[in-house]
């Protein structure tokens, strides 16, 4: 692996969230022959020219790296569907479009590896550079929105890279909210203890009823 | 609560506090103003925190609210969190102020400990993932030890990420194979 990740600031570097992403499958046309190849993880093959078989990126930038293969994008990469996820993701404050866990890693590999591959290469980039910008303002906007009961945060579908950027900060801050958050109850209900005690057992009554 | 080990902690329990004797204490030269070796009953002490904290538990002494937590720092906190230069006050404003919540009669410095990071963290968060390595110094220099180390994790992983998107090398050789053997002597 590239570089170790430092046990303090995060779980994971760029370059180790990059190797798991390359075991992603993707589709490829060898234009060589060759026999399945039975790996841990699964068989793939047999490999015959001009019919496609399903690899993981990293043996599919392997061939592609020896010219013995072209890799077909996968279909969230094309111009359409871009444009397509870019506007929506403009248009919800909120909401993620669902791309694939990887995409940012997977983008970034294929732009690398297999440029000549990628129909209007030039687009598809940009409009993967955008959605990227896009959903990490996002995610930045929705991390502003902490209040002192937060114990836990709740995006749907982002993706690895996004969540391994924000992590540390996330972790630390929710970690100082949580320290600070302990010590509300000591000041702000010493008047009206009683009745919040009273209002949490007729809590636990309820729930109790209602099972 | 930090660890035993924890030196910024251990720190933070060093800012001093000023606290008043219940009981006169005798055979202590902790009162550099009295003129016997002793402390009389009511006299106001500098003390550090954990000096104090162990005094306040066997009630012999009460604890005033330090200065950073005073009403000027309020206010100012009320007005506009973000820029509230904090450090000055005191370089470990939520550690010591959490510390001081138990032994201090104000109930509100908890909830001012809360409101003050609850606004002051976005600005933390926002400038870590934008500003230039350029103006850091000047952020840095109005944000206490907590923030300081909030921003850097934010920032850190901001240009980890930033850097595997430039490229450059893909591969890094072990330390060990770049050294050249040293030639015997």
């Not at chain 1, 906007?141 to 690895?160: H, N, P, Y």
């Not at chain 1, 540390?168 to 929710?174: H, K």
């Not at chain 2, 609560?1 to 005798?26: H, L, R, T």
């Not at chain 2, 850091?136 to 595997?164: G, M």
């Amino acid at each position: 692996m590239a570089v170790q990740s430092e046990p303090d600031y995060s779980l994971f570097t760029a370059q180790e969230i990059e190797f798991v992403a390359e075991d992603e499958l993707i589709e490829i046309v060898p234009n060589m022959r060759m026999d399945p190849l039975n790996l841990i993880c699964g068989d793939f093959g047999p490999f015959l020219p001009q019919i496609a078989a399903q690899v993981p990126l990293w043996l599919a930038v392997a061939l592609k790296k020896r010219g013995k293969c072209t890799i077909r994008p996968p279909e969230w990469m094309s111009v359409e569907k871009l444009t397509h996820v870019l506007e929506a993701e403009r248009d919800s404050e909120r909401e993620f479009q669902s791309l694939p866990f990887h995409y940012v890693e997977i983008s970034r590999l294929l732009f690398d590896h297999a440029r000549d591959d990628i129909p209007d290469g030039y687009m598809v980039r940009s409009l993967t550079e955008d959605i990227r910008d896009v959903r990490f303002h996002k995610v930045q906007s929705s991390l502003e929105s902490f209040d002192g009961r937060t114990s836990a945060v709740q995006i749907k579908s982002l993706s690895a890279m996004e969540v391994n950027i924000v992590r540390p900060f996330v972790a630390r801050a929710l970690q100082s909210f949580q320290k600070l958050d302990s010590l509300l109850p000591d000041t702000d209900s010493m008047p009206n203890n009683q009745p919040q005690q009273a209002d949490k057992a007729a809590k636990g009554r309820r729930v109790l009823r209602g099972r | 609560m930090g660890s035993y080990y924890d030196v910024d902690d251990i720190i933070a329990e060093e800012e001093p506090v000023s606290a008043v004797f219940q009981k006169p204490a005798n055979g202590v030269g902790i009162d550099p103003s009295a003129e016997k070796n002793c402390v009389d009953q009511g006299s106001k002490v500098e003390l550090p925190f954990w000096l104090a904290n162990e005094l306040c538990q066997r009630n012999a002494v009460s604890v005033l609210v330090p200065p950073c937590f005073d009403e000027k720092t309020r206010l100012e906190i009320q007005a506009d969190p973000a820029c509230v230069d904090l450090r000055s006050r005191s370089p470990y404003f939520y550690e010591f102020g959490c510390k001081m919540v138990p032994i201090v009669a104000d109930r509100t410095l908890g909830f001012l400990l809360f409101s003050a990071f609850r606004s002051r963290y976005k600005d933390v968060l926002t400038k870590a993932h934008t500003a230039s390595h350029v103006a850091a110094p000047k952020i840095l220099s109005r944000l206490t030890k907590e923030e300081v180390n909030l921003y850097e994790a934010a920032q850190s992983s901001v240009a980890a990420f930033k850097k595997w998107r430039i490229g450059g090398r893909r591969f890094h050789p072990a330390s060990v194979l770049g050294r050249k053997r040293r030639s015997e002597e």
